[in-house]
């Protein structure tokens, strides 16, 4: 009987645990998504600008991108940040929005910062910008980051691709403090190589071009002899000079106005080119740029 009893009170416990375990599962999934402690604005930031949630890079590799997004966040005081996850709730874009919100990172630099997150459930990125980062990172912009990157993504070099990713980020910032970001109709200037290589070009195309009439003329005179001094040159009747006269004609002056300039008109960064950023507010009501796509 007492071994009965002991049996029936050790399946209830099992009973019992198993309910509270299943209970528990769903939660501790769900905050396994959830990469933020609360939905609050923080003073301060709460993470690294690196979190590998996926375990796409080995330490080393972590460790040196972590050191490049530290340095140029600092040098171009603008957050840059790399989010990699299994899978996430939601649609992505709007995941990236509060993960940068939610951890802080507008906190820093007068909240300007970019993050680009990947999710490889889904095989999904987003690029989420914020503060002065909207004008810096234009869609034409994100489009030329994305396309730097998107062969190393699909060829499984994470560490290529965030290398790729951290060196354009900064080529567009030093755009952006020059006044100039990368936007539609943008035209980089040519390096010095580019300049030597097309004068050298442009001269050989041109002595070639020169080349074909005086060669053609120099085929008409094949019947022309060498002269040993000017006698053949010479008129039998010399020259003779008898009337000199200068004659005035007439005086001519034109006037033609120069136009001004009523031009007044101005635009800020990121107008130059037409183009621009597009924006959406995130939950947080905060005004973000983003894009987002598969790879």
């Known amino acids: ?48 600008r690196l979190l590998d949630n996926a375990d796409l ?67 999904e990125w987003a690029i989420s910008t914020r503060g002065s980062a909207i004008q810096a990172f234009t869609d034409y912009g994100q489009e030329y980051l994305v396309n730097n990157m998107i062969s190393y993504l699909r060829n499984g070099d994470y560490s290529g691709a965030f290398k790729e990713y951290a060196n354009t980020c900064d080529y567009l910032l030093s755009l952006y403090s020059k006044g100039t970001p990368y936007d539609v109709g943008y035209k980089p200037p040519k390096t010095a190589e580019q300049i030597l290589e097309y004068i050298f070009f442009s001269i050989l195309i041109g002595l070639v071009i020169a080349l074909f009439p005086i060669l053609h003329m120099k085929s008409q005179l094949k019947t022309v002899k060498t002269a040993t001094n000017a006698f053949y040159y010479q008129s039998s009747q010399g020259l003779k000079l008898n009337v000199k006269r200068d004659t005035h004609i007439r005086t001519s002056l034109s006037k033609v106005p120069i136009p001004k300039n009523d031009d007044s008109s101005g635009g800020g960064r990121g107008s130059s080119f037409g183009g621009g950023s597009s924006t959406h507010t995130s939950s947080s009501g905060t005004t973000h740029g983003g894009s987002h796509g598969h790879f």
């Open 1 to 48: 009987m007492n071994m009965i009893q002991t049996i029936k009170k050790q399946t209830a416990s099992a009973l019992v645990l198993f309910l509270i375990l299943i209970t528990l599962l769903p939660m501790k999934a769900l905050a396994a998504d959830v990469l933020w402690d609360s939905y609050e604005m923080p003073s301060t930031r709460q993470k690294e």
């Open 57 to 123: 890079l080995t330490d080393s590799q972590e460790k040196e991108l972590l050191s490049t997004l530290n340095s140029l966040s600092e040098k171009w005081k603008c957050n840059i940040v790399v989010l990699t996850v299994n899978s996430h709730n939601g649609p992505i874009q709007d995941y990236s929005d509060d993960y940068f919100d939610y951890n802080g990172f507008g906190a820093d630099y007068n909240g300007s910062g970019i993050l680009f997150m990947l999710s490889m459930e889904d095989r």
